[in-house]
């Protein structure tokens, strides 16, 4: 389904659910597509808990350019998708893969999140820990759930009250436990 956003056209892969409990919103990284094996683990998990699972394409990605847009229209284009996706009377949850992570943190409270799924966060730049991306995980007041890998060059993110971080092994990549990931994502769905 393509989506009308202020930055161009977004798409959104649609898994339902008959009964579902929840809607799950992911976005990919910067450099990959919806189809990185910890997004697919994570629907997995997902759709066997009854929550039924949009897989979202930014505009930049829609129309092949390799680098992603800046911030504020990642944000933009985000916000219109999730807007156009979202079912009366469901629990939304948002998320996404290291770069989608940050956009879906940074617009949770717009969206109307219950919640928010973090795979792979980019705490910092590799060898960069002084470019703390932390403030973003931070200002979420809704539960999170961030899936690291326990040698991810980007950091690891600490548990906070309202935050649950699992590691498991493997990298930034997440594809060497995808098993670990999607119990992770299953036992914490908030459902």
């Known amino acids: 389904m393509d989506i009308d956003t202020p930055h161009g056209p977004a798409r959104a892969h649609v898994q339902t659910v008959d009964n579902a ?16 094996p910890d997004l697919m683990a994570a629907t997995r998990a ?9 897989l979202v394409e930014q505009p930049y990605a829609v129309a092949g350019r390799k680098s992603q847009a800046p911030a504020a229209q990642l944000d933009a284009a985000w916000i219109a998708t999730v807007h156009r996706l979202r079912v009366e009377d469901l629990p939304l949850i948002v998320g996404g893969r290291s770069a989608g ?59 906070a009250p309202n935050r649950t971080v699992v590691k ?19 036992d914490w769905l908030p459902v």
Request: proline content about 8%; hydrophobic content about 45%; overall charge neutral.
């Open 46 to 54: 997902a759709l066997e808990r009854q929550v039924s699972v949009c």
């Open 101 to 159: 992570a940050r956009v879906a943190c940074r617009t949770a409270a717009t969206t109307g999140a219950s919640a928010v799924l973090c795979l792979a966060f980019p705490l910092h730049p590799p060898g960069k820990p002084e470019k703390s991306r932390l403030a973003e995980l931070d200002a979420v007041q809704v539960p999170v759930l961030v899936v690291q890998g326990e040698r991810d060059p980007f950091g690891m993110p600490p548990d």
């Open 168 to 186: 498991v092994s493997g990298d930034h990549g997440l594809k060497a436990d995808l098993d670990a990931v999607a119990a992770a994502v299953r």
């Open 21 to 36: 409990v929840a809607l799950l919103v992911l976005g990919h990284g910067a450099g990959g597509g919806v189809s990185a």
